[in-house]
């Protein structure tokens, strides 16, 4: 006779392969197990996009209608197959996500309006189309190395149209001093690479800030972070080895506690302002990854006999 409250026969699975009889007799790690991800938690290892998609939608969900007019301006957001959900018939990815949030908070400080713009490190360019499809940019420059250098002009030339992508100069890092000629800029930005480069060479480019540029946008982490259980350490030993050595913060923080992130913002501010001249007049937290800060720098008028 069959009980009045039978399992499914999924559930009866379930019973047979992870949540067993044994389960209740170790509760040590249970929660981050396979008895869980089959109770509560869908298995992180096992189930990255669909993680990913939550965060994408819930974070697009908080866009106020500012948000959501600079997104619809950038257009061709969809080059390149972009994992993305839909909000109200809106597209939406996370690298467009924050290009739009990046972009709110930079233009609280800064008038883009006639602006001049240099990118350093541009990955394959969706701050520079962001910028290009929300405001009448005069020109936009990209240093980078070549290979990457290679795949932003490509991806912009396929996203914007030919007025905006004319505004677009591509200099590679070998070329560097002789490209920029006389040319000053009203906003410096990087995002996520001065991290990832060699300390001398963040001094270089921040002493190229101080003297030709007028703002700086900077997101990056605020430290390096050790835990192992967030990927696994899935590139080796040898690439962490390599992480851990650049940029100019390279103390270990933990990213998963705001008190240690917050401890860590005075000397993230020190490191990434360009010179004595220079002022941060607006930072915080730079959503949605816990350990991002952001920051606008702008640099003061020289004083009469300085």
């Known amino acids: 006779m069959k009980s009045t409250y039978q399992a499914s026969a999924q559930w009866e699975h379930i019973s047979r392969r992870w949540v067993t009889e044994d389960v209740p007799k170790n509760l040590a790690h249970f929660k981050s197990g396979s008895p869980n991800h089959k109770i509560a938690l869908w298995n992180p290892a096992a189930n990255g996009i669909r993680y990913l998609k939550t965060l994408i939608y819930n974070l697009a969900s908080g866009l106020g209608p500012d948000g959501w007019s600079r997104l619809r301006r950038i257009r061709n957001r969809e080059i390149g197959d972009p994992f993305s959900v839909t909000i109200d018939g809106e597209s939406v990815c996370l690298d467009y996500l924050q290009a739009v949030l990046e972009l709110e908070f930079i233009e609280e400080e800064i008038d883009l309006a006639g602006a001049r713009v240099l990118e350093i490190g541009a990955g394959y ?182």
Request: glycine letters at 6%; aromatic letters at 10%; charged letters at 25%.
């Open 125 to 306: 360019g969706r701050t520079c189309h962001a910028m290009l499809g929300n405001h009448d940019l005069v020109s936009y420059h990209i240093i980078d190395l070549p290979n990457t250098l290679g795949l932003s002009r490509t991806y912009l030339r396929a996203a914007l149209d030919d007025e905006q992508f004319a505004k677009v100069t591509f200099i590679t890092v070998d070329e560097l001093d002789d490209a920029l000629g006389p040319h000053r800029f009203d906003l410096a930005i990087n995002i996520n690479s001065l991290t990832e480069m060699p300390l001398d060479t963040v001094r270089n480019y921040l002493a190229l800030i101080d003297g030709r540029c007028a703002a700086f946008y900077v997101k990056n982490p605020v430290g390096k972070y050790m835990d192992k259980s967030l990927d696994g350490h899935a590139q080796g030993d040898e690439a962490v080895r390599m992480a851990m050595e650049t940029g100019p913060l390279r103390q270990v923080v933990d990213i998963d506690d705001s008190r240690a992130v917050e401890a860590a913002v005075p000397a993230f501010l020190a490191a990434y302002r360009p010179g004595d001249r220079w002022t941060c007049v607006a930072d915080g937290w730079a959503v949605p990854w816990t350990f991002f800060w952001q920051a606008v720098y702008k640099r003061l008028p020289a004083t009469s006999g300085s």
